[in-house]
């Protein structure tokens, strides 16, 4: 599985649009780009998904540029339960591969 | 649809003591997944069980800990003989056996505390 790099945190204002980036320069043809969140302990929430299109569903966007080499995770509207810490995993999506490879992921915080 | 169940939430073993943690997944998932999280570290893979299969052990310890998952009944993580450096959070995931692309769907997570 392709290694993904994000930065270490972020903040925002709540209300404002959380922009969340990765970069997984190495992805292979076959891989999806998956978002998961952990909020403080709890276990881990899937969020987005997606190949190469952009996607969108309740929770956000993701934004995967042409060349796939990197991603942008979108809250539109952050609120302060989107504290969190957010992870990019690069995985093939076409077979059950089995784990999921989780680095030091982005850790969110959303301010009043 | 109700999502992943683990049990106990909250577990305290004295040293040498054994851990049972369990895990239903959610209706309709066959893969089960562990993962363990050490105090202020990342998730770590363990196991990765089909229904009476062991697919992937590549991140077990491999001595103290086993992983089942039966015909009928949730899977269960088995650690014998546990000791300090066993506590953490233990979480389990599951998903479909369907088409792809297969995100994993987590379950609150077992803190096990050795004593």
């Known amino acids: 599985d392709a290694k993904t790099t994000q930065p270490p945190s972020m903040d925002c204002a709540e209300g404002r649009a959380a922009n969340l980036p990765c970069n997984h320069s190495?992805?292979?043809?076959?891989?999806?780009v998956y978002w998961y969140r952990q909020i403080h302990s709890q276990g881990p929430q899937y969020i987005i998904h997606g190949l190469k299109n952009n996607e969108t569903n309740e929770m956000a966007s993701l934004i995967i540029t042409e060349d796939r080499k990197s991603s942008t995770l979108i809250l539109p509207h952050a609120t302060l339960r989107d504290t969190a810490v957010y992870y990019c995993i690069v995985r093939v999506g076409s077979s059950n591969t089995g784990k999921l490879i989780f680095g030091q992921g982005t850790t969110l915080q959303v301010k009043p | 649809n109700a999502g992943v169940m683990q049990n106990p939430r909250h577990l305290v073993r004295r040293r040498g003591q054994e851990a049972r943690l369990r895990c239903s997944p959610m209706?309709?998932?066959?893969?089960v997944y562990w993962y363990r999280q050490l105090p202020e570290e990342g998730l770590k893979f363990m196991v990765y069980l089909q229904k009476e299969n062991i697919i992937d052990e590549s991140g077990m310890p491999k001595e103290r800990f086993s992983a089942e998952f039966p015909k009928e009944g949730p899977s269960i993580l088995r650690i014998q003989q546990v000791v300090r450096g066993d506590s953490a959070a233990y979480f389990c995931?599951?998903?479909?056996?369907?088409?792809?692309?297969?995100?994993?769907?987590f379950g609150p997570g077992t803190r096990l505390t050795v004593t």
């Open positions: 209706k309709g998932h066959s893969h």
């Open positions: 995931a599951s998903s479909h056996a369907g088409q792809g692309p297969y995100e994993q769907y």
């Open positions: 190495t992805i292979s043809g076959n891989e999806y």
